[in-house]
């Protein structure tokens, strides 16, 4: 992707959900999904010197944010459509998603995923039916595989994040958050592919306009901060971060929303992710993934807060800050600490 | 305890929490504690046979829900009484909502714990600035050191169960859980000493008048089982449970309401205990202490739920359940599978 050297033009393929369809989607899939609850520990807020709100996206329905644009996705489609099946391809909890939300619908699923994510997230994805294809751990080799099951099975292919559908739908969460927790000053989210972060972006300014968005993201699959900094969409073959659901790139689509909306890109080493993601099993008793552990660590870091450029409350207190923890699947025979 | 023959009569020493009593302990903790949610489980609803509906004390303050009975009592007290000290017996939970309650109110705690205690909840009573003095795990051993430095400081005594302002904190778990959830057949409880039992049935009855209250106990530690099935307070010295929340007995307080609200005690084995506790991190993505998992791990057994003598639903539906979780207090560095 280094051949573009300007920014992408809006055209009908880099459309992006309007609040209308964000809203739509809500009423879509809330008969499916958990609200899921917002907690809070002193303990954190002490730490980041701020008030922290974690939207607990790790208890929602296949245990991660990919339902809510998964279910979107299946539930928009017509009963001819859904008949066909589904492919998609994903490094776990998006499969489990569409598997969950085809068997709803009563179709089948076919699942591409690289042969180097957690076996517990294959293991997820087969209890719901969805039937799995292992392949190398590249975007190539993704495409491949999904391209050929596609053609063979003449299924219809709902993509992680490059759709808008399944952007409508993850945008929900950040909705969701404002909806429970008004006046957030900012609100912080992992970023992979960019379905999330960006769905963050239209999902929680559609509530509250002013709250700022930021992604996080590990410095070693850190092509959101390197995009977002060169105003150039960069590309990332391979990577080998912990945190396993956040191996994707930025599309195009999710680049353009992007730009024009997060305030910024926070990175985070491997051993900030696993100590974080330590600290809040201990101190909040809920079980995160390591994706989840890169929304909070940064926070965790001495001065970064400081550095944001957000600008002092209006009531004189401590700042409110939104977390969106994305998932919960580990695999607890093989933790990281 | 083998001497009382007959059932305790109701004297003076021998009273329960009213009505008032409970509604009067949640307006007065509810400022300072979570409300803490109610997940429910499609996979687990599937194993159970019907809806069940988690109460998450893992989740609250101090990660258990014996913050609501110390914080009943500690704010209860004048200030004068709080100016000197709080003393309690523990085998961990108890003596760290006592410590922050205490620290709430600027007062020193002073906290008796067995030596065989979790490390990872002294370290968190001392975190919240309670004193531990660790004693032999025998009920003798634990009086004569609280007897001790009641002696020594003049520090008034907040005995874990065997008091009527901890019970009726106790008593909002359940409170609470009725109504996020009015319409329950039954509600599951772990019981120890019996304050969260005896302050459930009085809870929960206190909104549904119908709801039937049941206590959950490891088999290694079953002296509520016996002393309802005899009629009769049973002793307990020591025990060796790795539910390492429930090893106190009875009070005759608790037992006499007991007596009269509970409609059953169910026993589950150490092997049952480990394997629920694994299952509820692996499917709802919480981190529940041994204890917790003694609530939900009956209901797991073959016929267990259908031998209760519930009535069927009015509607025709399943079985709605409530089930508390006690805590979520776990040493990450040596869990049991």
Known sequence: MEHMSSPPARTASLTAPDWEAICGAHARIAPHIHRTPVLTSASLD????ARVFFKCENLQKTCSFKIRGASNAI????????????????????????????????????????????????????????????CEPTMTARTEA??????????????????????????????ELLEQVADLDAVFAPV???????????????????????????????DAYRSIQTGTLQSM???DTIADGLRASLSARTFAILREHVAGILRVTEA??????????????????????????????????????????????????????????VDLSALPF
Chains 1, 2 share one sequence.
């Open 46 to 49: 002490a730490m980041v010197g």
């Open 75 to 134: 539930f928009s489609l017509s009963e001819k459509e859904i008949a066909r099946g589904i492919v998609t391809q994903s490094s776990g909890n998006h499969g489990a998603a569409v598997a969950c939300a085809a068997a709803w619908r009563g179709a089948p699923a076919w699942i591409v995923m690289p042969k180097n994510a957690p076996a517990v997230k294959r293991l997820a994805i087969e209890g719901y039916g969805g039937r799995v294809t292992l």
């Open 146 to 175: 999904s391209d050929r099951i596609l053609a063979e099975t003449g299924a219809l292919m709902i993509h992680p994040y490059d759709d808008d559908r399944v952007i409508a739908g993850q945008a929900t969460a950040g909705k």
């Open 192 to 222: 992979s592919g960019g379905g999330l972060l960006s769905g963050t972006c239209l999902g929680a300014t559609g509530i509250s306009p002013n709250v700022r968005v930021f992604g996080c993201e590990p410095a070693q699959a850190d």
């Open 237 to 239: 073959d391979s990577t």
């Open 272 to 329: 900030e992710i696993i100590s974080t993601m330590r600290l809040v099993w201990e101190r909040m008793k809920i079980i995160i993934e390591p994706s989840s552990a890169v929304a909070i660590a940064p926070l965790l870091k001495p001065d970064v807060l400081a550095n944001l450029g957000l600008p002092a409350r209006a009531d004189g207190g401590k700042l409110k800050l939104g977390v969106i923890f994305s998932g919960g699947n």
